[in-house]
């Protein structure tokens, strides 16, 4: 009878293969312990060889189907029929470079090689018939972004007609903060901010104005505690002041627009020792031209906002941490209902830092980053920094979000959710595991009904923020790092 055994050593996370052979087993017991059916043996050095893996005996010759568009083509005559016309004359295929597509072009085929994807010309544009998906294969290290100092966020936006940027968000004063521009596939300095102790920065428009706004934690030189609202001078090609804000201690900015309006929520993480304090909304006044108060909110020690829409309805969450006794509190959900947020749902939560939203197709999900689990009045766990962060999806007849999945994390700072073709996938800030802040953070790829399963490790040093870009060349992840003055490009494989 076949036995199951499971080796007590497990299999190592990394291995070298230099020089090295393999020993996979033999059918005679005299010469191996191994004896029976070898499965399911895939040897992929940092790849993701999960579709590579045969899950199945029964072996199927795979097909090309036939794109139900095309299932309703002419068919030819019977032999006793007359050919009303020629319609194969009518069918061309064009291979090389994308050819125009307009009403001359209606009906016919382009064949992409590159992309291996078969695409009919409706009269107006390209529609992919056939099309060959990108996997996310591997992540490979791209280019170390050396930085001022420890970076505790980055932000990576677009300037129409100017280019990419990333700004960091850097704790010493001098020299502050920085922004890069990508310049022949790489980040290279571009500007100099002088910041406070920055937090994060937040990109946004308001018509045809540009804007960047920096978090600052603490005060100036002259004890003045505030953040500021950068313009883009056209002229200058560069950040310019525009507005400062009374903030206190401030964590993170989030913009958004309600109705046509243009909102600026910050954080303000503490004032003094007192962590229980109001964080703001702020209404752009476009008479002024400057953001003005319009709501205030009790949070406690609060780390970050997350803007979202469900159909007409708008929300705005906030990730409470601390309230000067426990990291064991509410985080709450608010909803805007007749010009102002209202509570709509408090979750608990264990020194939350982050909230991210995302969809996968119809479902919404809102993933929590929980921090470690601290409670003055309470005997302190083993490790409080070894903890479940947790995702949560809206059940639209409940009107509420329920928990989904918990995912162990590791004093966990930042979600991040991005897709490759057909692929979902977070990538969670490990930051500390109660011992060392070399850490290795996680990419976990939507598997449906298994919900998010870890797909790849990587090794980070007291990892912050994550960000996702994608240029020409292809799709990055970007990472700062707060423990050290370097943050990494990862750029990602995909066959």
Sequence with gaps: ??????????????LSVRRASFYLGNRRRRKGVFTGLLRQLVLLPGADATPRICTT??????????????????????????????????????????????KQEKAQFWFNASRRGLYLCNGSAWVPMLEVKHRLDYVEEYQNLVTNSETMGIEVFTIPKVGLFAATANRVTPPGSAVYKWTDGKFVPYQNIRTYQAQSWKYFTIGKKIFLAVANFEQNERGQEFSVIYKWSRRKAKFIMYQRITTHSARDWEAFV????????????????NHNIDSVIYRWNPRTGLFETNQTIPTSGAYDWEFFTVGPYSFLAVANTFNGTSTKIYSHIYIWLSGSFQLFQSILTFGAADWEVFHIGDRVFLAVANSHSYDSGMPAPSNFYAINSSIYELNITAQMFVKFQDLLTYSALD????????DSFLVVANSFDGFTFSVNSIIYRWQGYEGFVAAHHLPTVGCRDWEVFHTAEGSYLLYSSAKEPLSKVLKLKTT
């Design 415 to 422: 979600w991040e959710f991005f897709s490759v073709g057909d």
């Design 1 to 14: 009878l076949p036995v199951l055994r499971v080796v007590e050593t497990p299999f190592p996370a990394s």
């Design 258 to 273: 309600i109705e046509g309006e243009a909102f600026l929520a910050v954080v303000n993480h503490r004032e003094g020792n």
């Design 57 to 102: 005996m029964n072996f199927k010759v795979a097909t090309l189907s036939i794109p139900t568009v095309l299932q309703d083509a002419p068919m030819k005559p019977a032999s006793n029929e007359v050919l009303k016309y020629p319609y194969e004359t009518d069918t061309k295929v064009t291979l090389g470079s994308r050819p125009r597509c307009t």
